[in-house]
């Protein structure tokens, strides 16, 4: 695979009151075309902080971040950021509306992915009408409607009760798969960054380094849960959660 994504020497430098903080300090990442790469560490860490810098939003930096050449991205923040004056239908197709790709073919993709995601027949409703789980739900068709060619997720699934954390993270993690998606998830469950990543990046404390790099050796055609049951899975938890309580220590 060719490297879509190229980091190197990567700092970040935050002025407060305090003085001055680094978030990052020669950072350096190389991202396959098609891979799904996920992120933890310690809180504050720069995790998020990372996934600004990659999209764009934040251009205060040292290092050099090269993409591949008409590279399309799209950040899923943690928040749902819906719009409460637009439907949910609108909502969906913002990115879209914004990009002038409201094509038949992407209008129809929108379609299928509000039917996929439940939310079709509310796609006349407003964001107000629906649950916390559903307003994720649509703010991650309205991340994939414009058919990034990598996708920035900051804790995609966090505000999602556990049924539904899995039973979505599921469907992202097919989709991704099916259509060759490059993923870089940011996460602080270390069970969704195993079984949703092909490789688990743990970042140290601030200012983030890479502390450790772990390929995920698990079946790549299966569903989520049947990778939790994978007898790999609790030996890359160990060694996850070894990494992340000597960052605390």
Sequence with gaps: MNNILEIKN?????????GEIK??????????????IAIV??????KSTLLSLISGLDLDYKGNIKAKDKL???YMLQSDALLPWLT????AILGLKINHELSKENIEYVLYLLDLYNLKEFKDAYPKSLSGG???RLALIRTLATKPDILLLDEPFCALDQQARLLISDDVYQICKKEHKTVILVTHNIEEAITFSDRVIVLSKRPAII?????IKMNNNVSILERRKDEAYQQYFDLIWKDLEYNES
Excluded: D
């Design 41 to 46: 560490g310690p809180s504050g860490c720069g």
């Design 134 to 136: 559903m307003k994720q």
């Design 72 to 74: 399309k991205m799209a």
């Design 10 to 18: 990567l700092t970040k430098n935050y002025h407060t009151k305090e």
């Design 211 to 215: 502390k450790n790099i772990i390929p």
């Design 88 to 91: 949910i239908y609108e909502n």
């Design 23 to 36: 978030a990052l300090n020669n950072f350096n990442l190389e991202v396959k075309e098609g891979e799904i």
